[in-house]
């Protein structure tokens, strides 16, 4: 703590009185963008409640957040919480594990995310983006947050494990939607784990479809072992008695690295999508960009420093509509934040939905203005007003893969399609782990 951290307060931050036993768990799940919403805005910086598995903090501001995630993140692990929803598909991979764990699989797969490694995927990229739009006809409507899950799934088993999955796609792919459905459920987040609900049984089906996939890609490198891909440097490692790893350990990696490689990107092009046909204006001006700075040609890595448009665009549609909408964290001892102790097993929650959308660091928070970011606004922004990979030591190890993807398959495709939403089409928000439409997102595509 530092000599000018505020003394202790009496009592704990305000916040709302919620229900008997139930507190505020059952608004949270209700409406969890408009209670984290409000709760910002009625409460302040920092706001407390209680629920069935005790208190709970909300941080809105950045510096609250840069304390947990960054200054102090020594004191803070992902907690009970979030290992319920996430563990039953990921078990013990990087997402969820702590410790020496975590230390040596984020080591041992770290290479696979180096710049140079990154530079090697862009062709890649590019290449199953336009294999998938090959499929599209002027006019036609497509369901686009499905197109995009299936291109990036496609890309991250290529980059990553090496492996087409073209014949295993829909089963990962359904499998992991059914799982971040399942997980959605109210009975899954607010019963214990060993109740045995229809949501968790959903989850264990798609568990076992995921398994069959996976060990089956893990055979295969042991058969065919690469100097370049995860699995196999997975399959190389040794712990300190001389000990392989599991095949469950590295089946804990390969998933949380199908899941979270290939959601998140594929949600961020979705709100683009839909935030580029609400804003015609903004894809003109991106559109102009393409043409200017590609005359046509595919985009490869060389190009995105032309395409600072573009990079902006994306950033943007993170800022509104972050892929993560929040992130939770539990103290392993008593830490003080804004004056307020926070007792030792206490849930903090911090929502990029929140920062994000707070007036104080952006003008205008709720319109779409990618120009917004420009160098002279980033060096004024706090530094973890914006956060959508998170921050610290457990920061998205993906996001400069991330960020590549999503610039390279927007560019591909805007300069060869005009996307039109489909009229009545409403972006509807369910938060799971990530921040997902609750019904498909129509666009039909008319050739430029």
């Given at each position: 703590?530092?000599?000018?951290?505020?003394?202790?307060?009496?009592?704990?931050?305000?916040?709302?009185?919620?229900?008997?036993?139930?507190?505020?768990?059952?608004?949270?799940?209700?409406?969890?963008?408009?209670?984290?919403?409000?709760?910002?805005?009625?409460?302040?910086?920092?706001?407390?409640?209680?629920?069935?598995?005790?208190?709970?903090?909300?941080?809105?501001?950045?510096?609250?957040?840069?304390?947990?995630?960054?200054?102090?993140?020594?004191?803070?692990?992902?907690?009970?919480?979030?290992?319920?929803?996430?563990?039953?598909?990921?078990?013990?991979?990087?997402?969820?594990?702590?410790?020496?764990?975590?230390?040596r699989?984020?080591?041992?797969?770290?290479?696979?995310?180096?710049?140079?490694?990154?530079?090697?995927?862009?062709?890649?990229?590019?290449?199953?983006?336009?294999?998938?739009?090959?499929?599209?006809?002027?006019?036609?409507?497509?369901?686009?947050?499905?197109?995009?899950?299936?291109?990036?799934?496609?890309?991250?088993?290529?980059?990553?494990?090496?492996?087409?999955?073209?014949?295993?796609?829909?089963?990962?792919?359904?499998?992991?939607?059914e799982?971040?459905?399942?997980?959605e459920?109210?009975?899954?987040?607010?019963?214990?784990?060993?109740?045995?609900?229809?949501?968790?049984?959903?989850?264990?089906?798609?568990?076992?479809?995921?398994?069959?996939?996976?060990?089956?890609?893990?055979?295969?490198?042991?058969?065919n072992?690469?100097?370049?891909?995860?699995?196999?440097?997975l399959?190389?490692?040794?712990?300190?008695?001389?000990?392989?790893?599991?095949?469950?350990?590295?089946?804990?990696?390969?998933v949380?690295?199908?899941?979270?490689?290939?959601?998140?990107?594929?949600?961020?092009?979705?709100?683009?999508?839909?935030?580029l046909?609400?804003?015609?204006?903004?894809?003109?001006?991106?559109?102009?960009?393409?043409?200017?700075?590609?005359?046509?040609?595919?985009?490869?890595?060389?190009?995105?420093?032309d395409?600072?448009?573009?990079?902006?665009?994306?950033?943007?549609?993170?800022?509104?509509?972050?892929?993560?909408?929040?992130?939770?964290?539990?103290?392993?001892?008593?830490?003080?934040?804004?004056?307020?102790?926070?007792?030792?097993?206490?849930?903090?929650?911090?929502?990029?939905?929140?920062?994000?959308?707070?007036?104080?660091?952006?003008?205008?928070?709720?319109a779409?203005?990618?120009?917004?970011w420009?160098?002279?606004?980033?060096?004024?922004?706090?530094?973890?007003a914006?956060f959508?990979?998170?921050?610290?030591p457990?920061?998205?190890?993906?996001?400069?893969f991330?960020?590549?993807?999503?610039?390279?398959?927007?560019?591909?495709?805007?300069?060869?399609?005009?996307?039109?939403?489909?009229?009545?089409?409403?972006?509807?928000l369910?938060a799971t782990?990530?921040?997902?439409?609750?019904?498909?997102?129509?666009?039909?595509?008319?050739?430029?």
């Amino acid at each position: 703590m530092s000599s000018d951290t505020p003394a202790i307060a009496d009592d704990r931050p305000p916040g709302p009185d919620g229900l008997p036993f139930f507190g505020n768990q059952l608004a949270f799940l209700r409406d969890p963008y408009g209670f984290m919403t409000r709760t910002a805005q009625e409460y302040g910086d920092i706001a407390h409640w209680e629920d069935p598995s005790g208190p709970v903090f909300q941080l809105n501001h950045p510096d609250y957040i840069e304390q947990v995630l960054v200054q102090n993140n020594q004191n803070y692990v992902k907690g009970a919480r979030f290992q319920n929803v996430l563990g039953p598909v990921t078990g013990d991979g990087i997402l969820n594990s702590e410790g020496a764990v975590w230390r040596r699989n984020r080591h041992l797969i770290q290479p696979a995310f180096n710049p140079g490694r990154i530079e090697e995927y862009a062709s890649m990229m590019t290449e199953f983006t336009e294999e998938a739009l090959e499929s599209w006809a002027d006019g036609q409507t497509r369901l686009f947050h499905e197109d995009m899950m299936e291109v990036t799934l496609k890309i991250v088993a290529r980059a990553l494990f090496g492996v087409d999955i073209d014949d295993s796609v829909d089963t990962v792919g359904s499998a992991l939607e059914e799982f971040m459905l399942a997980s959605e459920s109210l009975s899954h987040l607010v019963l214990p784990p060993n109740v045995p609900t229809p949501s968790r049984r959903r989850i264990q089906r798609a568990r076992n479809d995921l398994d069959a996939v996976v060990y089956r890609l893990i055979e295969e490198r042991k058969a065919n072992p690469t100097d370049r891909d995860v699995i196999s440097k997975l399959l190389e490692v040794t712990d300190e008695d001389g000990n392989r790893l599991s095949d469950e350990q590295i089946r804990d990696e390969v998933v949380t690295l199908l899941l979270a490689g290939h959601e998140t990107t594929a949600l961020s092009l979705t709100f683009t999508a839909y935030l580029l046909a609400t804003n015609p204006a903004v894809e003109r001006q991106l559109v102009d960009e393409l043409e200017t700075e590609l005359e046509g040609e595919t985009p490869t890595m060389a190009d995105l420093s032309d395409l600072s448009y573009t990079e902006q665009v994306v950033k943007e549609s993170m800022r509104l509509y972050p892929p993560v909408p929040g992130i939770v964290r539990e103290p392993v001892k008593p830490d003080i934040i804004g004056g307020y102790e926070i007792p030792m097993g206490a849930t903090i929650r911090m929502h990029q939905w929140v920062v994000h959308r707070d007036p104080r660091w952006y003008d205008d928070p709720l319109a779409f203005r990618p120009e917004r970011w420009t160098d002279e606004m980033e060096s004024d922004l706090p530094k973890l007003a914006y956060f959508p990979f998170a921050a610290g030591p457990r920061r998205c190890i993906g996001d400069r893969f991330a960020m590549l993807e999503a610039r390279l398959i927007l560019a591909t495709i805007y300069q060869q399609y005009h996307l039109e939403l489909v009229p009545g089409t409403d972006l509807d928000l369910m938060a799971t782990i990530t921040a997902r439409p609750k019904d498909e997102i129509p666009m039909t595509v008319h050739r430029r």
